[in-house]
């Protein structure tokens, strides 16, 4: 069953809006104080990381599959060795904003190998680094610069260019502890521009900055260390996001 579509294209049709946890298998820590997770109001938990630690990955993955209940795993990979068949699916990444091959078609190769016989949803996905000019270590690992939030027609061509070329979901990455998020105007073009579901991380360690994601037309939003330097931001979020849909539900 495709969950994580069905969760995607449901929120773009909607208009309501979703919430992802990024963990990094490299940071994560099993704990009893997770047992959180089941109940929270999270739609999705994403995980993944510049790094390629395939075992650190598999272990993070079961170990969350076993606190999260309902909420979908999917893989958000750093490079062709991330990979796992306890995850729901796989965030088939292209890097389209840079003009790296390697992480334009290259490490999609190998890692098509890698998943072909595994069952996990697969998610065809354009994925763009914008920013304001921040090298951050998904530039450093991807050996690309980012876009600037300042080149909106350029980065609506780019994002044009990859739903013509088929992809079906978006991704907006600042970068992880990026100062400034992707800008509402980019957001709020490249969402208009592609009319499929749109992802939006980086930066968002604010609830200011992550209402402003959601007006512009960020479908799901994705935090990271924000929640893991303060746990108490994130119920914040979710009492936005239960805010959020329930006006539309309303109106």
Not at 38 to 64: K, M, P, Q, Y
Not at 143 to 164: C, F, H, M, Q, W
Not at 229 to 240: I, M, N
Request: charged share 20%; with cysteine; proline share 4%.
């Amino acid at each position: 069953m495709k969950r994580i579509n069905k969760l995607l294209k449901g929120l773009s049709k909607s208009g309501q809006k979703g919430l992802a946890w990024l963990v990094d298998p490299e940071k994560y820590q099993e704990s009893p104080q997770l047992e959180w997770i089941e109940n929270s109001g999270l739609d999705l938990i994403l995980v993944g990381g510049s790094s390629g630690n395939a075992e650190a990955l598999d272990f993070t993955i079961r170990s969350l599959k076993a606190l999260s209940g309902k909420i979908p795993i999917c893989i958000f990979p750093g490079s062709k060795d991330q990979v796992s068949e306890h995850a729901d699916g796989i965030l088939f990444l292209s890097l389209i904003s840079g003009t790296n091959p390697e992480y334009l078609i290259t490490q999609q190769v190998e890692g098509a190998r890698a998943i072909e016989h595994l069952g996990l949803e697969i998610l065809p996905t354009g994925y763009l680094l914008v920013n304001e000019g921040e090298i951050l270590s998904v530039h450093k690992a991807s050996n690309t610069l980012p876009l600037l939030n300042s080149e909106v027609d350029r980065i609506r061509l780019i994002a044009l260019a990859g739903k013509y070329l088929g992809l079906k979901y978006f991704y907006l990455e600042a970068g992880s502890g990026a100062k400034a998020p992707v800008s509402n105007s980019v957001i709020q073009t490249v969402k208009k521009t592609v009319k499929s579901p749109l992802i939006v991380g980086g930066g968002l360690d604010s609830l200011e900055k992550v209402k402003k994601a959601f007006d512009a037309g960020a479908d799901l939003v994705v935090l990271g260390n924000a929640i893991e330097k303060d746990p108490g931001f994130l119920a914040e979020v979710l009492k936005a996001k239960r805010w959020y849909n329930q006006l539309l539900n309303i109106n």
